[in-house]
């Protein structure tokens, strides 16, 4: 049943007062009567009119006062003005005012009724306009609230930013103090928290399945907690001074994947709609972790199939590699020992050479492959001691000029370097993988420069540089992957197996350093490294490091 219309009715006159109720109560009207403005306005003050019938001439104060009055507590009120001397000028001020009408005495009772309920028809339809626009002022700001949450998540598929994200822009959009995020991962974890003190970390991480917490993840239904202090399991979000918050459900299609909590330091009623808007952001926000964790697992899958890929490109290098050397030694062997040929002293020499070389270059690979099974067992052992750049590079000359017989190898290294603590062993097998890769990709005759000079005090950077065929900028950081070899880049017979700068980065690591590349297609390749200066107090201590 539609609720009783309310009408208050002003009037100095007791008489009038009484008639006038009995006639609207009859019509089911509920009626409060007032004698004087003071008395209406106080009536007002705590209840809403729908109607007010005021006469123009109370005693304390003008009728066209109190309609002004009433109004700017009620804008919705309808007002009838009624006064007992006509005056066109009363008529004009109490409509600019606002009244709705304005009658004469006597009162015709149906006029009267009929006016008022002209007027509270006109007051039905604004009240469903202000309730409309209301309505589609909430679902907009609804609706941007959860597209403001959704764009900001969807930037990104890191999931601690999203995460992080999403949390500060629910603080916001739901005006509270603090929010935080579970995930379900064998158990509820603890992923992110927006405006908690830090004091609260440890408390918020420990298990929560026996909890509330875990009661909404278990059943999938939110939950208001309109006083904290009520909930056992979530007394020290209390003694915090949190009083209220809520706490729904993270879910994907139905299934909960955590739980999205807030809380308030002040007393708040999380009505229904509050909880709505808080599960459609839950929603949002769980759509985005599931993008997330779908590109996860669709790159590691990517990256397991390159990687067994490239391994199986480096069982054949490998094979081919070490087949090479093997067949030239097994040829020059067969011929040396065929009884019935007699070969001059010249060619004697030629077979026992090409053994040797491919004997070397055999040892080699057989080293690059011990070497790089040691990396990958984090088992390198460096013996680091004080060294001058220039014994190290003295220490493989013989090696770079062998391999450099077919370019011009130049050394630039200023007199005064600081001495760097290295195992010269290792290093030395660094600058002799960088010289050969430069021999391997430039033109014979071309310049292979070792440089190097001091850097912020406390580095030393080595250098490598050729004019070779150069790498393209965005292969840069995958050169130095493991079997990864540049497509097309393959020189002669010469397979390699894309193990060499994997294992310069693995031994440059291992001395705290760092390597990289400066190049472009067709315009060389700078291949540089850093090494710690030795610190002069712990001058000829070695030391044994380990890879990990
Ligand atoms: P490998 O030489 O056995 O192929 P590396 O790990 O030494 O393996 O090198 C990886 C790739 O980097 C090589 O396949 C080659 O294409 C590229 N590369 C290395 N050094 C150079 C260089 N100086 N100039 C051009 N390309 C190079």
Known sequence: MENKKSILVVDDELDFLTVIKRILQVKGYEVTTAPTAGEAVARAQTHFYNAAILDISLPDMAGTELL????????????????????VQNAVVSLNRGAFAYLEKPLDPDHLLSVLEQ?????????????????????????????NISQAAAKTLDLKQII????????????????????????????????????????????????????????????????????????????????????????????????????????????????ALLT???????????????????????????????????????SHELRTPLAVIKGSASSLLQPDVDFDEETRRDFLQSIDKDADRLSRLVNDLLMMSRLEAGALEVKRKPHHLAEVIAGVKDRLDSITVRHQLLIDIPPALPP???????????????????????????????????????????????????????????????FYQVENSKRGNRKGTGLGLAICRGIIEAHSGRIWVESASGKGSKFSFSLPVEEPAGKGKPELVRTV
């Open 68 to 87: 002004s009055v009433l109004l700017e507590m009620h804008p919705d009120t309808i007002a009838v003005m009624l006064t007992g001397h006509s005056s």
């Open 119 to 147: 007027g509270l028809e006109k007051q039905r339809l604004s009240l469903e306009n202000h309730r409309l626009v209301a309505e589609l002022e909430e679902r907009n700001r609804i609706t941007n609230i959860l597209l």
């Open 164 to 275: 992080e994200t999403a949390l500060e822009k629910v603080t916001d959009s739901v005006t509270v103090e603090a929010d935080f995020l579970y995930l379900y991962e064998e158990k509820l974890v603890l992923k992110g928290q927006h405006g908690l003190p830090e004091s609260l970390a440890g408390r918020m991480a420990e298990q929560v399945e026996q909890g509330l917490i875990g009661r909404v993840y278990q059943q999938n239904e939110p939950v208001a907690i309109n006083d904290i202090s009520a909930e056992p399991d979530l007394a020290f979000l209390a003694k915090e001074g949190y009083l209220s918050g809520a706490c729904v459900p993270l879910a994907i299609l139905g299934e909960s994947i955590g739980v999205l909590g807030v809380v308030t330091r002040v007393k708040r009623h999380f009505t229904n709609s509050d909880i």
């Open 280 to 318: 459609a952001i839950g929603k949002e926000i769980g759509i985005a972790i599931q993008n997330s964790r779908l590109y996860e697992q669709a790159s590691s899958a990517r990256a397991l199939r390159e990687l067994d890929a490239l391994r199986t490109e480096f069982l054949a290098n490998v």
């Open 420 to 482: 760097v603590k290295v195992d010269d062993g290792r290093i030395g097998e660094v600058l002799t993988n960088l010289v050969e890769n430069a021999t391997k990709h430039a033109e014979t005759g071309t310049r292979i420069t070792i440089s190097a000079h001091p850097e912020k005090g406390c580095e030393l950077v080595v250098s490598v540089t050729d004019e070779g065929i150069g790498i393209p900028p965005e292969l840069h950081h995958k050169i130095f992957g493991r």
